[in-house]
């Protein structure tokens, strides 16, 4: 089993959609959780962190916990091209992982 | 500007020529990581350092080095560099917390080894 794990996609969805990305991790002593936005050829960039279970809203953006299931969620509320990139899971207990990443498609 | 600065961005090289990318952070962090990046296999960690003079193997340490002499600095070396080792690389820094800080990435590096 993977340590983290995403939904490989490609996800693909119309503009203004809500985007639903997926993540579970396997080290339930994992105390804080990422999530990054990575353009084609860029460096990935940090757009929600969380660090207890519940929900995190950001402008358009809501992170999603649930320790007990060891389940990590990114919403992302009407999606624009913009959103169009791979978006990295990230979970830290004493290092940090990585999960292979989602590509999301927003279709104009 | 808080910024993690990687050189050179772009390199080709041939095998076998030692090389050494560069990586430097002016955030006083004291956690820093190196990553290559290959199509579908997502960011693995090659080695990581939690302070000066303390470093670490990651997932895929072998063919690489790596020093910690200073804190803002973490060069990557490539002692005998082979075709298998071309990717895209990324140098990434953080605060050492208790539940573990995010991380800062520099601009990546693209390596090709012929």
């Known amino acids: 089993q993977k340590e983290v794990e995403q939904n490989s996609g490609p996800l693909s969805v119309p503009e203004g959609a809500i985007a639903s990305l997926n993540c579970t991790y396997s080290?339930?002593?994992?105390?804080?959780f990422f999530w990054y936005r990575q353009y084609s050829g860029k460096s990935p960039e940090l757009i929600m962190s969380i660090y207890s279970n519940g929900d995190k809203e950001d402008g358009r953006f809501t992170a999603q916990l649930n320790k007990a299931s060891q389940y990590v969620s990114l919403l992302i509320r009407d999606s624009q091209p913009s959103d169009s990139a791979t978006y990295l899971c990230?979970?830290?207990?004493?290092?940090?992982?990585f999960g292979a990443g989602t590509r999301l498609t927003v279709k104009p | 500007e808080a910024q993690v600065t990687q050189n050179p961005r772009y390199l080709i090289t041939v095998t076998g020529k030692k090389l050494t990318v560069t990586c430097s952070q002016n955030?006083?962090?004291?956690?820093m990581s190196w990553y290559r990046q290959d199509p579908g296999l997502g960011l693995r960690q090659i080695y990581y350092?939690?302070?000066?003079?303390?470093?670490d193997k990651g997932d895929v340490p072998e063919g690489y080095k790596v020093s910690r002499k200073e804190k803002r600095n973490f060069p990557l070396i490539l002692e005998s560099p082979s075709p298998n080792q071309t990717s895209l690389y990324f140098c990434?820094?953080?605060?050492?917390?208790?539940?573990?800080?995010?991380?800062?990435f520099g601009p990546g590096t693209r390596l090709t080894v012929l």
């Open positions: 990230a979970v830290n207990r004493a290092d940090m992982r």
């Open positions: 955030m006083n962090h004291e956690y």
């Open positions: 080290d339930r002593g994992s105390q804080s």
């Open positions: 350092s939690m302070n000066v003079e303390v470093t």
């Open positions: 990434a820094s953080s605060f050492l917390g208790q539940a573990g800080g995010e991380q800062f």
